[in-house]
Each structure stands twice: as structure tokens, then as C-alpha cells.
């Protein structure tokens, strides 16, 4: 399968490594919090010195415990500082410091909620490579801690360049005025294994504490509350794979001791999953577990965009021409005649692959919009013309993020994003107005616009709840959202054909950044439609309405075995 091989590098190129000549190590066995409790005690984390890595019920609230003594309502910051993350290769400029960073949360009934559940962008930060998503997290007392209260939440480190994603927790105690150090450990992660980017990170930070009431704090709250609400059910994998069959495939370890992110089945409206394990045990918030999924953004945040700006503004506009819209573009002999169609599809008859010289130097190592379009334009034209072949290139998704922008200026007037109308129309009404992007870079520090081609950092929810979407043909709540004819032809729900992807899977298609091939099962053959990223990053669309998620690192590109896992537990064929 053609797949994306710049990925193998974040900065720069490297030589693959032999992962396939040591076994995996084995899964985390190291003990668990038991009362009282041995570390992170009062005292330690009044010091300034990393403890051992420990499982993370260490830093999980503990079922003995009791509601907090203090309540929490003020603003934490510190300043940045170097982490102990320790690799086999140099580190990069930046990826062993933590961002200077101001967090501000307010408790309510065990929660820790912070104020901003978008991402944290520290790009102004001089010296870290670290953007920061915080989720809720929990508040208590332990009988051994005295006058402090306990505090931990979950935190999600994600780079500037490619979206990988460090899942951590950071727990510290605190009294009515004052705080402790925080300290954060980070045991799971979707990075590049290929760069060395798995493994652990640690880090001290001593903070400061400023008490402060919000007046926007009950809604705040009441913004949560409706938010939690809304989240889709979430059952036990065990509940419909009774023999765990599904599970074992999910949890099967190739390289490393936590392989998979996520795995998950979508069915009826209700997620099914197993807490994610990661090299110290569980994940004590699933919740917000983060994951960078790359080249699922094509599907999961590009095609959702042309989807809605086709019903907001007509079909038409997958025939509009990117020349129109692209001003860098508008000469240049290879993209004459290519639609937003085309460019969805990787078919724009134009040279590019996911080489580094197509990929790395031209796109990821940008920053401003202009001068990736501006880097873009130096590819020249492919023999095929438009709609001809396809041909994989995350620089096409970029120009076509470029061109919806410009798209929607001309139709709304100066100042109006098509993400943003995407998060109001779409996003917001099904409950993931969090979903994360990356974005280019712009000097005067106003809003870029996202890449697409890759930079998506979903938490399962916000996955399923596209992915729902998309199964109800883009309908919600009776309103048609995206375009449904588009939908339907992305899904294989109709008699259009796509592209034929020419790669070793036979029957492999490719239809608006979806791709599709025939599953043999026990009864009959289904054609599984599925978002792929670097690292084997699936979301799999079966014609039962089952969806399948598996996030990862480790390209295990067989999902033969996964279809056919779930279709003992429903049928495609009937």
C-alpha cells in the first residue's frame, strides 16, 4: 500500500532502524497505589527531584479517598524547564523543554476543569517545542496528607510540526493559597517509532498559585456539565466480544509495550472499548487521551470540511477550479484545470509523493501559509492530467485547505475561516467543538489555517462522534450537515467507482480521501472503507454501521483480521 514515509522524520531524514530485530519489551508490572501511599507523598512533591516512573494509579484519584477539603479556583504557571525524556538519538531544538505555560482551573463537585480545553499554543515560548491540551481532571483528600488537597489531571504535549501527541498526568496537592511542584509524568504517546520519538518524559515543574474567582465560573460549569453530557456512552469491549478475540488483536505488542493507543468499536451509538494501557499501567483518563493521527486528518478533517461547504454552498464547488482561489498557483502548468475534487482525491495531475523533498522540505518545515503555497508552486507538472491518476501527496491537502479559505472569503467577506465555520456549523452541533488541528504558523500571530494533510489530535469521542456523522449520511438530529450525494460516494454507498490506488492490495480504491478494499469474511465479502495514517492510525467504516478505531504507532496495516473480529459480532452480510 502506498503510505507515507516522510513521517519517518520530524526535522530531519533519518535511516530506518531494525525494529524488527528485538522482541517488544515486556508490559509494566511495577506496583500499584496502595494505602497509604509510598510516593508522591506530601513532602516529595515539595521537592525539586523526579521520583522513579511509576504505574499511574500514582497519579489516578484512589477509591479510598474523600472529597476535597479545599476547593480550586485560580491559576497555575511556571516557567519552562528541562524535561527527562531521555533518547537514542539528539534531541531536538526544543523537544526536552517543557513551555512556560499559565493554566487556569476551577473545581466543581471532584472536578478540576480547566478554562481553555483548546490547545495552548506556546509558539511565542522561547525554547520548547510543546503546544499543551489540558482536560479535566479530579480534586480529593487522603487521610496522610493533612491540611493539603490532592489534584491531578491529564495533559497532552503535542508538537508544532506533525501532531504527534504525549499523553501525560500531572498531580500535585495544594491548600487554599498555595501549591506544591506539579509533577508530570508522560507514558503513552502516538509519535514516529521509525525518529525514536517513543518513551517516557518526566518533569518537576515548580509553580505558582494565584487564587482568583472567575466571573464567568458558573458557566464555565454549566458549559462542562452540558459537554460531559453529551459525550457518547462508553460500555466494555468484554460487553459484545464476549471471547475477546477483538481485544487481543487490539492489544497484540509489536515493538513496544503499549502498542495501541486506542481500540474501539463504534456500534448502536455506544463506544466500546478497554482503558488504554501505557508503559505504567492505565490511563487513569481516558477521556481526554489525545491522539495524533496523521494522515487520518484527510478524511477526518479535510473531507469533513468540503463535505459541509458543499451543502452550505452547492456541489459546485468540488468543480471549482484551485487556480481561481490559489493566486500562487494561478500560472503554474500543473494545476490547470484541477478542481477541489480532484485535489481531494489525489488526482491533480501534478508531481509530488511523501518524499522528503516533496513533503519535508516544501510543507512540514514551513510555517506561514504563504510560503508553503509559495513552496508548493516550485513542484512542477506530473504527465497525467487532472482527475487522470492518483497520486498520494499530503501537499495537495494544503493547497486545497487553501483554496476552501479563499473560497469562503469570497462568498463571506474578509476575516471569515472556513474551520471555524466548520467547528460552529458541524463540530459544535454533534458535541467535539475540541477536535484539535494543526495550523501554519503565521508572523503577525493571528490564526493560520489548518494543514490537513496531516496534524489531527482526536480523543475517541470526538473521533466517534465524526465518524457517527458520517455514517448518518451527514444528517444530525434531522438537519443535513454535510453534503449527502459526497458522503455517500466517500463511503462507497453508491455506484461511483473512485481511483484506482495501483498498490499491492488488489481492489484497493480510493474515494474522497477515504480508501476501501474487499474483506473475505466467513458468510460474504464486505468492502471496508477506512481513514489511514502513518503508523497504521485506522478508522474503519463497515456496511453494518460498525466503525472501527485503532490508534497506533506500530503498522500493523492488517485490518483483515479486525473486520473480520467484528463481524461475528454483527453482520454485514445479512
Not at 45 to 67: F, G, H, I, R, V
Not at 424 to 445: C, K, M, Q, T, W
Amino acid at each position: 500500500m502506498h503510505l507515507p514515509t516522510i513521517f519517518r522524520t520530524l526535522l530531519v531524514a533519518i535511516v530506518l532502524f531494525g525494529l524488527s530485530c528485538s522482541p517488544p519489551p515486556a508490559p509494566w508490572d511495577g506496583p500499584k497505589l496502595t494505602q497509604p501511599r509510598d510516593q508522591l507523598r506530601v513532602e516529595q512533591l515539595q521537592e525539586d527531584s523526579l521520583p522513579a516512573y511509576l504505574d499511574m494509579s500514582y497519579y489516578a484519584k484512589p477509591d479510598w479517598a474523600t472529597a476535597a477539603t479545599h476547593a480550586f479556583s485560580g491559576v497555575i504557571s511556571f516557567a519552562a524547564k528541562a524535561i527527562n525524556h531521555p533518547q537514542e538519538r539528539a534531541p531536538y531544538e526544543g523537544e526536552n523543554v517543557f513551555p512556560a505555560t499559565e493554566l487556569a482551573f476551577i473545581s466543581h463537585e471532584g472536578e478540576l476543569i480547566p478554562l481553555q480545553k483548546d490547545i495552548i499554543r506556546t509558539a511565542d515560548t522561547v525554547g520548547s517545542l510543546w503546544d499543551v491540551i489540558v482536560g479535566t481532571g479530579k480534586i480529593w483528600q487522603e487521610p496522610e496528607d493533612g491540611e493539603w488537597s490532592r489534584a491531578s489531571f491529564p495533559l497532552t504535549l503535542t508538537e508544532r510540526y506533525m501532531g504527534q501527541t504525549r499523553n501525560c498526568v500531572a498531580t500535585f496537592v495544594y491548600q487554599s493559597e498555595t501549591i506544591s511542584n506539579i509533577c508530570v509524568q508522560c507514558s503513552q504517546e502516538t509519535a514516529d517509532i521509525n525518529d525514536r520519538q517513543v518513551g517516557d518524559i518526566q518533569v518537576v515543574l515548580p509553580a505558582k498559585y494565584k487564587p482568583e474567582i472567575f466571573v464567568d465560573s458558573a458557566e464555565v460549569i454549566a458549559q462542562h456539565l452540558e459537554y460531559q453530557a453529551r459525550k457518547l456512552p462508553v460500555l466494555p469491549l468484554s460487553t459484545v466480544d464476549a471471547e475477546g478475540e477483538l481485544s487481543a488483536i487490539f492489544t497484540e505488542r509489536i515493538y513496544t509495550s503499549a502498542s495501541t493507543s486506542i481500540g474501539a468499536i463504534l456500534m448502536d451509538d455506544k463506544i466500546y472499548f478497554d482503558p488504554p494501557q501505557t508503559r505504567h499501567g492505565t490511563y487513569p483518563y481516558p477521556d481526554d487521551l489525545r491522539c495524533g493521527v496523521y494522515s487520518v486528518t484527510k478524511s477526518l478533517a479535510g473531507s469533513l470540511a468540503l463535505f459541509y461547504l458543499a451543502e452550505r454552498y452547492g456541489e459546485d464547488i468540488l468543480d471549482a477550479k484551485i487556480t481561481d482561489y490559489v493566486p500562487a498557483l494561478a500560472d503554474h502548468p500543473g494545476w490547470q484545470g484541477v478542481t477541489f475534487a480532484h485535489t481531494l482525491n489525489m488526482a491533480p495531475g501534478t508531481v509530488g509523493s511523501e518524499e522528503a523533498h516533496h513533503l519535508l522540505h516544501i510543507l512540514v518545515l514551513s510555517r506561514t501559509a504563504e510560503e508553503s503555497i509559495n513552496n508548493i508552486a516550485t513542484l512542477g507538472d506530473a504527465p497525467a492530467a487532472p482527475g487522470e491518476y492518483f497520486n498520494y501527496a499530503s501537499t495537495n491537502f494544503f493547497v486545497l485547505s487553501y483554496a476552501m479559505q479563499q473560497y469562503v472569503v469570497a462568498q463571506e467577506g474578509p476575516g471569515v475561516s472556513y474551520w471555524d465555520l466548520v467547528r460552529e456549523e458541524v463540530l459544535e452541533p454533534i458535541g467535539a467543538e475540541h477536535f484539535s488541528l494543526r495550523y501554519s504558523v503565521e508572523n503577525d500571530s493571528t490564526q493560520g489555517i489548518p494543514i490537513l494533510g496531516y496534524g489531527a489530535r482526536p480523543t475517541l469521542d470526538e473521533a466517534a462522534k465524526i465518524s457517527r456523522l458520517l455514517i448518518n449520511d451527514g444528517k444530525h438530529e434531522g438537519r443535513q450537515l454535510l453534503h449527502l450525494q459526497t458522503v455517500r460516494d466517500a463511503l462507497g454507498k453508491t455506484a461511483w467507482p473512485g481511483y484506482d490506488t495501483r498498490n499491492d492490495f488488489r481492489g484497493t480504491k480510493y474515494r474522497h480521501s477515504f480508501w476501501s478494499k474487499p474483506v473475505r469474511t466467513a458468510d460474504c465479502t464486505v468492502t471496508a472503507s477506512y481513514m489511514l495514517g502513518f503508523g497504521a492510525n485506522l478508522v474503519v467504516f463497515l456496511p453494518s454501521d460498525v466503525v472501527i478505531f485503532r490508534f497506533m504507532d506500530e503498522f500493523d496495516l492488517d485490518i483483515d483480521r479486525m473486520v473480520q473480529s467484528v463481524e461475528k459480532i454483527k453482520s454485514s452480510c445479512d
